[in-house]
């Protein structure tokens, strides 16, 4: 299996803030990257797909880059409602694999 | 717009069969380009893909699962099944269902989730 890491595993930071998580892989995986939102005891959401793709209804201040192993999303200018735990995801290979998850925290 | 809801019993006992199915309202399981997967989350834990399958049969399967998973589908209910055979406390988790596109198998749509509990 493909495995994805993500840093950092936790983040504080404040209202207004720019915000960014890496995820890298083990292996290339050209640009088959996705980004999840999950906040507590809800499903996630999609955020990003195709490593640089905003998801329908999505803010802008969401984005994403990168290819081959390494990969960013950025949070533009942190608000109240985008504190909540993100996921990458590869799915260039079956089985389709998870980072372990980057919590964002109020400072 | 598409909807998922998981159903099934919230407790299993250690050895048994998890069953759990995946209702899609608001579109056709049999449309277009879409593959039904499942995913679970252990409490506390990150995201592990289960599986997937289109609408003709076909199906992907993890193999961390050692062929303990089959998925089915019922067309004339619009719905997607899991079962789980062989359960354990490690299978204790929140189970979701999400619709995959199958070009770049991104999980655009999700259920809410369902926990099962597995004990004696």
């Known amino acids: 299996d493909i495995q994805m890491t993500q840093s950092p595993s936790s983040l504080s930071a404040s209202v207004g803030d720019r915000v960014t998580i890496t995820c890298r892989a083990s292996?290339?995986?050209?640009?088959?990257l996705n980004w999840y939102q999950q906040k507590p005891g809800k499903a996630p959401n999609l955020l990003i797909y195709v490593a640089s793709t905003l998801q329908n209804g999505v803010p802008s201040r969401f984005s994403g880059s990168g290819s081959g192993t390494d990969f960013t999303l950025t949070i533009s200018s942190l608000q109240p409602e985008d504190f909540a735990t993100y996921y990458c995801?590869?799915?260039?290979?079956?089985?389709?694999?998870f980072g372990q998850g980057t919590q964002v925290e109020i400072k | 717009q598409v909807q998922l809801h998981e159903s099934g019993p919230g407790l299993v006992k250690p050895s048994q069969t998890l069953s759990l199915t995946c209702t899609v309202s608001?579109?056709?399981?049999?449309?277009?380009?879409?593959?039904w997967s499942w995913i679970r989350q252990p409490a506390g834990k990150g995201l592990e893909w289960i599986g997937r399958m289109y609408a003709s049969g076909s199906a992907n399967y993890n193999p961390s699962l050692k062929s303990r998973a089959t998925m089915s589908v019922d067309m004339s209910k619009n719905q997607f099944s899991l079962k789980l055979s062989s359960v354990t406390a490690a299978d204790t988790a929140v189970y979701y269902c999400?619709?995959?596109?199958?070009?770049?198998?991104?999980?655009?749509?999700w259920g809410k989730g369902t926990t099962a509990t597995v004990s004696s």
């Open positions: 999400a619709r995959e596109w199958g070009g770049y198998y991104y999980m655009d749509v």
């Open positions: 608001g579109g056709s399981i049999t449309s277009g380009s879409y593959y």
């Open positions: 995801q590869q799915s260039f290979i079956t089985p389709g694999t």
């Open positions: 292996q290339s995986i050209s640009n088959y």
